[in-house]
């Protein structure tokens, strides 16, 4: 728990700023942690799985793990990953200041308490028995233990392991672009890795009980082990077991009892939107006293300061908040936030404050995120604009009536349309005779160039047949502009979707987007039917054979842009 730089002083101020800097490094460290564990657990549901070919199979990657796991290195690894685990998991559980939160996050927390309990009595009739009593580690002695006392055990701590780990390692990477193309391959993963261990288990039991008769077992397991030995090792696990209880007892029980022993304390005021005030006990997030009072309140990443979606404008009382955190700062910066925005899953207000949540809750819970659309809160990406204009348009549409102007309108549209999406590009929005598409749109910028620039000369070919079959309606044929660039830019579905409406479809904002925009716009002004950036061309790995070089000036760029013009769409020379 942090206090305002103003209201600590002395070795005391340093020591919370020592630990406040733990605290910026604690979601790192419980993650590498986690991810040591993670892998731990993977090696030996592969090791059960592998009891669907044989036993040998299974002692043959025993070995393996073994050389690693109980190494030096290995052991430190494994306990030193295990210890910072939980410390820090603990340490989150206990700053918390209520216990409302998404079921999913709720599921992860309770798996998360039950594992050291299940978790114990194998830890004793393995490890702690072959360290100390030197029983047989093999996989034939230890799987033939579990199989004939702990069975259904040993079946609970796999499920409830795996599961556990999955929402945490989902609830991580579900902001991440490249996880969202990959949901269906990883879930299938999910699915069969734990049903293949179980099965694995199972069969390898058999196996072995099948070869062994249950006193030759016995005899080997007394081998190294007397029966003062195995009642000493039930014992430690009972007392583990109990310690165990008691302790997450307390730990559960630690924020009701703080919460009871505080409500003498002062409280502060917490004002919403429309004059909704609430009261809080000084030290609560924003996100937890909005929890807590049942104020709607966006958190996508679920309070883990990995999105923006919480963030709130403070209207009154910036002052007395802290500054942003290394994270929190992190990720204000990189939505471009003003001074006045914060993260409420961040921020503890220890005197009155005014906020405005800035995201709607009801569009941003996380029941809401669909996992499997890229696009649904906005990606930063490398992405190829292309703007299509049709030139005097406006002087050949006063000169036709208004159904002949539509039906050309629609199909010079559709011609062009036909011709970006079969070159692999998708048409964005139609404005008025003009066309807005985008290319590279799956993360392949240097494909989503050469598509753009096939596209062109496509639309070049199509605009010339569609001249050809209006040749005894014109007065002269139609011509078109084109721009195109690369760059980075925001891709996300913008509009409204509701009843009647259709589905809001994917855009793209930002400075490419103006970029392309102004090339479009300059070829009318330079007299060619194609300008494109230096930037296009060089991705690509064309060379436009016959093209002009020129300058551009964009408005907000400091440094004029370098371009290809092309006379011609006609006239396009592609060469490698």
């Known amino acids: 728990m942090t206090v305002p730089a103003a209201a600590s ?44 070919i044989s036993p040998e199979a299974m002692e043959a990657m025993q070995k393996v793990r073994v050389a690693f796991w109980r190494s030096v290195p290995g052991t430190v690894l494994l306990y030193g990953a295990m210890a910072t685990h939980i410390v820090f998991v603990v340490r989150r559980f206990t700053r918390r200041r209520t216990l409302k939160m998404p079921v999913w996050e709720a599921m992860q927390w309770a798996l998360g308490f039950l594992i050291p309990a299940l978790i114990v009595k194998h830890l004793i009739h393995t490890r702690f028995a072959s360290e100390i ?131 003498a304390r002062n409280t502060i005021k917490v004002t919403y939107p429309e004059n909704i005030l609430v009261r809080a006990t000084p030290g609560l997030t924003v996100l937890e006293i909005s929890r807590i009072h049942g104020i709607p309140h966006a958190s996508v990443c679920g309070g883990r300061a990995r999105c923006s979606t919480c963030r709130v404008r403070i209207d009154a009382g910036h002052e007395t908040l802290e500054s942003p955190s290394g994270r929190e700062k992190m990720v204000l910066e990189r939505v471009h936030a003003d001074a006045a925005t914060r993260l409420a899953c961040q921020i503890r207000p220890r005197a009155d404050i005014s906020l405005t949540p800035l995201m709607p809750a009801r569009e941003t819970g996380p029941a809401d995120v669909a996992i499997t659309d890229d696009h649904r809160w906005g990606v930063e990406q490398p992405v190829v604009i292309m703007f299509v204009d049709m030139r005097d348009f406006t002087r050949f549409s006063e000169e036709r009536l208004p159904f002949d102007v ?19 590009g998708r048409v964005d929005k ?106 296009v061309v060089h991705a690509s790995g064309y060379a436009l054979a016959g093209s002009q070089t020129a300058e551009i000036t964009v408005k907000g760029r400091g440094q004029p842009l370098k371009v290809y013009t092309v006379a011609s769409l006609e006239r396009i020379d592609l060469t490698q």
């Not at 460290?29 to 009891?51: E, T, Y």
């Open 9 to 52: 002083s002395g070795p005391q101020k340093r020591g919370r700023i020592v630990w406040r800097g733990w605290g910026h490094a604690a979601p790192r460290l419980r993650l590498l942690s986690g991810l040591v564990l993670f892998s731990f657990a993977l090696l030996h549901f592969i090791n059960h799985a592998l009891g669907l």
């Open 133 to 263: 009593f030197d029983k047989p580690n093999d996989y034939s002695a230890v799987l033939e233990t579990m199989w004939s006392g702990a069975a259904l055990d040993q079946i609970a701590l796999l499920t409830v392991v795996w599961v556990h780990s999955v929402i945490g390692l989902h609830f991580w990477l579900r902001l991440k672009q490249w996880y969202r193309r990959l949901v269906p391959v990883l879930f299938a993963l999910a699915v069969l890795i734990p049903v293949l261990a179980v099965l694995g288990f199972i069969e390898g039991g058999r196996t072995i009980d099948d070869r062994l008769e249950r006193q030759a077992a016995a005899d080997s397991y007394g081998q190294t082990m007397s029966e003062a030995d195995v009642r000493l090792l039930n014992d430690w696990g009972q007392r583990l077991t109990g310690g165990l209880a008691f302790l997450f007892a307390g730990i559960v029980l630690y924020n009701p009892v703080r919460r009871r022993l505080r409500r």
């Open 406 to 424: 539509v039906f050309i309108l629609n199909r010079y549209l559709t011609a062009m349309a036909s011709e970006i999406e079969r070159a692999g």
């Open 430 to 535: 139609f404005i008025g005779d003009g066309i807005m598409a985008l290319f590279g749109v799956s993360g392949d910028v240097r494909r989503g160039c050469r598509d753009a620039l096939n596209a062109a000369v496509e639309m070049g070919k199509a605009m010339a047949d569609f001249n050809a079959s209006l040749a005894g309606q014109l007065d002269q044929p139609l011509k078109i502009g084109v721009g195109i660039h690369v760059g980075p830019a925001i891709l996300g579905r913008v509009g409204v979707a509701g009843a009647n409406r259709r589905d809001d479809s994917i855009t793209a904002l930002g400075d490419t987007v103006n970029a392309a925009s102004r090339l479009e716009s300059s070829s009318k002004e330079l007299g060619v039917e194609l300008v494109v950036s230096s930037e």
